[in-house]
């Protein structure tokens, strides 16, 4: 089923499909097809896809059994890849469908989930899903969230280029670069960044005066810097010190990042954005 969500104030909106795909792998076939042309049609609305899949993506997505991929696991890859949809971030339970209600005994698979495209995400970034406790069904409900946006925005992260040099620098970048995100890889790297602001304001918070310090010194030495790392290459303000001193950890993925964009032609909002500041004539 697709609809076409409008906010009440009409300032949001965007496309949303519902499935229930079927539980054998050569009916599911048809639906992968039938969504694939639906995205052309789509082309870059903002869209959102979610339902109960009937197929898992990896192994680790059910309480026990085979540990091996199968076609149908494969063949959702694929269709995830074609369409170049990503898996939304969730909270609340890990497993969506439950074989024997209610029992504790029952065969656990997450078989629900929400997705959507590049243009949902540059609408609304903090887009997530809640799975909620299961209740009568073989099935759990869940919520998508479209938090709205309040407050005063959060000062612009810079990564603190002194932190390289922390012991727990690169232990820091691998915690989180060892997650695995779903998605292509533009959509994998950006998130990753994101994740790793919160760690790097954590610990720069904890070096206390150490920071203020290593600003004095940067300006003492810039002027015999040849090659200016304290510049971010964007908004989210990883310096490219960062990626210099983490490249053993995230330089393949970074670099297939780019190789994406030069097939795909596609890139995220948050990437090719930059920073103007305007500096008053006096």
């Not at 209740?135 to 925005?153: A, F, H, R």
């Not at 030495?221 to 990883?238: N, V, W």
């Amino acid at each position: 089923m697709n609809i076409f969500v409008e906010a009440i104030n009409g300032n949001q909106k965007f496309l949303c499909s519902f499935v229930y795909a079927y539980y054998k792998e050569f009916c599911r076939k048809a639906l992968w097809n039938d969504l694939i042309k639906h995205s052309l049609v789509v082309k870059d609305a903002p869209w959102a896809l979610l339902g109960e899949f009937n197929v898992i993506l990896k192994p680790s997505e059910r309480s026990f059994g085979s540990s091996s991929i199968s076609t149908g696991m494969e063949d959702f890859r694929s269709y995830i890849s074609n369409i170049k949809f990503s898996v939304l971030v969730m909270s609340g339970l890990k497993f969506t469908w439950n074989k024997i209600p209610k029992s504790l005994n029952g065969l656990l698979k997450k078989l629900d989930r929400v997705m959507c495209n590049m243009s949902l995400l540059d609408k609304f970034p903090s887009l997530n899903a809640n799975f909620l406790p299961f209740v009568n069904s073989d099935n759990t409900p869940y919520v998508l969230n479209i938090p709205s946006v309040s407050g005063p925005k959060p000062k612009l992260f810079k990564f603190a280029n002194f932190l390289s040099s922390k012991v727990e620098f690169l232990s820091t970048v691998r915690s989180v670069w060892d997650e695995k995100i779903l998605g292509y890889a533009m959509f994998s790297l950006a998130s990753k960044l994101k994740l790793l602001k919160k760690h790097f304001r954590k610990l720069k918070y904890s070096q206390g005066d150490l920071a203020e310090n290593a600003k004095a010194l940067k300006k003492k030495k810039r002027a015999l810097l040849s090659i200016e790392d304290d510049k971010a290459p964007g908004p989210d303000g990883f310096s490219f010190k960062f990626f210099m001193f983490a490249w053993s950890i995230v330089g393949a993925e970074f670099s297939q990042a780019i190789f994406d964009f030069f097939s795909n032609v596609k890139i995220l909002k948050e990437v090719n954005a930059t920073v103007i500041a305007l500096v008053p004539n006096s």
